[in-house]
């Protein structure tokens, strides 16, 4: 009877010592995992509101395809020469008298957009600066399985190089067709607000070359901010509004016929 009772009794230690070391590895396999996929826009919400929450505006009405807002931003984050990859470009929209329109982007933009159609076929052109939109409901930081892309506290969508598999599921996520494979990082890449500047006071690269003035960054949550009031004088639309994503990148003077 008592040698029953130890075989029992060690029976019953080696199995609850299993269960132990079994739920221990799941956890230390599968929480890490947890983690890493858990978005990362969820870091210190009672600070969120002591952060900027940064947006650019831009203004079509201003803008003249002239290219030097791409060049430099392929200049200040090391984006790829070959002419299709770009973190911002420039589509040139002309829209003809017989309703047709056609849509020019060569190049990105750089060394300036020149008419293609004749004077007496268009009924109005008109340049569109493009890049990430930066949502508050991004698609690509819901597609990413890995967690690699997240929203900054400060509003910003970013891409954690260290995590990103390339995988490619948030560049096919975007509706926007903003980002792209960096052939030299193998990682998705995309526009960043120029994170690396404006963590330091500065403006995005684009912002500060544009000549014309036709891009406007800044801080949503300020009032005083140069965002807020280009917002306030002007009737500003997000691209592809019907999506919901709720996109930071406002447009004044946005066409029916931009996509």
């Not at 003035?213 to 691209?239: C, W, Y």
Request: positive net charge.
């Amino acid at each position: 009877m008592g040698t029953n009772r130890i075989n029992k009794d060690r029976r019953k230690f080696f199995q609850t010592s299993a269960a132990l070391i079994g739920g221990t590895l799941a956890f230390s396999i599968i929480k890490p995992l947890e983690l890493l996929a858990q978005s990362k826009n969820e870091v210190a919400k009672d600070e969120k509101t002591e952060q900027p929450l940064w947006g650019m505006g831009v203004d079509i009405e201003k803008c003249i395809g002239c290219g030097k807002c791409v060049e430099a931003c392929k200049l200040e984050n090391n984006v790829p020469r070959e002419p299709f990859y770009f973190r911002t470009w420039i589509e040139q929209y002309t829209v003809k008298k017989d309703g047709d329109v056609k849509i020019e982007s060569p190049n990105g933009g750089i060394g300036g957009l020149k008419q293609s159609v004749p004077d007496e076929d268009i009924f109005k052109s008109f340049m569109v600066p493009k890049l990430c939109n930066h949502c508050t409901d991004a698609p690509c930081v819901q597609a990413c399985p890995v967690g690699a892309t997240y929203i900054s506290p400060d509003g910003v969508v970013l891409v954690d190089e260290t995590y990103c598999i390339g995988c490619s599921y948030c560049i096919q996520a975007c509706p926007y067709g903003a980002r792209f494979m960096n052939p030299v990082t193998k990682v998705a890449d995309k526009c960043t607000f120029c994170y690396h500047r404006i963590s330091k006071g500065l403006e995005p690269a684009c912002v500060e070359v544009c000549p014309t003035d036709a891009r406007i960054f800044g801080n949503l949550r300020d009032k005083k901010s140069d965002l807020v009031a280009f917002m306030q004088k002007h009737p500003t639309e997000v691209l592809k509004r019907h999506l919901n994503t709720s996109p930071r990148v406002f447009y004044n003077g946005l066409s029916s016929e931009v996509r």
